[in-house]
């Protein structure tokens, strides 16, 4: 059985020295990570999910249990991890083509899910690929605009 996490915190934050290779500097500008806490206090705590900020004021939400999604203190936690994360690094001008394709190369290497999330209005069922394929690389494109606005 799994454990239940019940407490969360914005544990740390990352520069692109810390977590990228040479390769993946211009695809990520920082990292924060967002640890859940089970009730028992023996038990170790866990990531619940990592929130990167990319160039152009975007960001990427990894899921590291999807459990906590729609969990509202995770949810606030994301959105102060993306305050604080533009406070940290600022923000680049919108990415150029070769940026795009170096953060969709970053992204497939270190995400484990996709960066959509249900409510975003893509058809999954009609449209979805499989993460990390050709036409997973081509939905995020075709739907990158949507990174700036989303809320998980």
Do not use: Q
Not at 70 to 75: E, M, R, S
Not at 114 to 120: E, L
Not at 124 to 136: H, I, L, R, S, W
């Amino acid at each position: 059985m799994e454990k239940e996490l019940v407490s969360f915190e914005n544990t740390h934050m990352e520069s692109p020295a810390e977590i990228a290779d040479d390769a993946d500097k211009d695809a990520v500008l920082g990292c924060m990570s967002i640890d859940g806490y089970p009730a028992d206090e023996n038990l170790s705590g866990e990531v619940a999910c990592r929130v990167w900020a990319l160039p152009g004021g975007k960001f990427l939400t990894d899921w590291h249990d999807n459990r906590y999604r729609l969990n509202k203190a995770v949810l606030e936690l994301v959105e102060d991890s993306k305050r604080r994360l533009s406070e940290a690094f600022g923000s680049d001008p919108a990415p150029a083509t070769d940026r795009e394709s170096a953060m969709l190369d970053w992204m497939f290497r270190n995400a484990r899910s996709c960066p959509f999330s249900d409510g975003c209005g893509i058809d999954f069922d009609a449209e979805c690929k499989g993460f990390g394929t050709d036409g997973c690389r081509d939905c995020v494109l075709k739907n990158i605009a949507a990174y700036g606005s989303r809320t998980d």
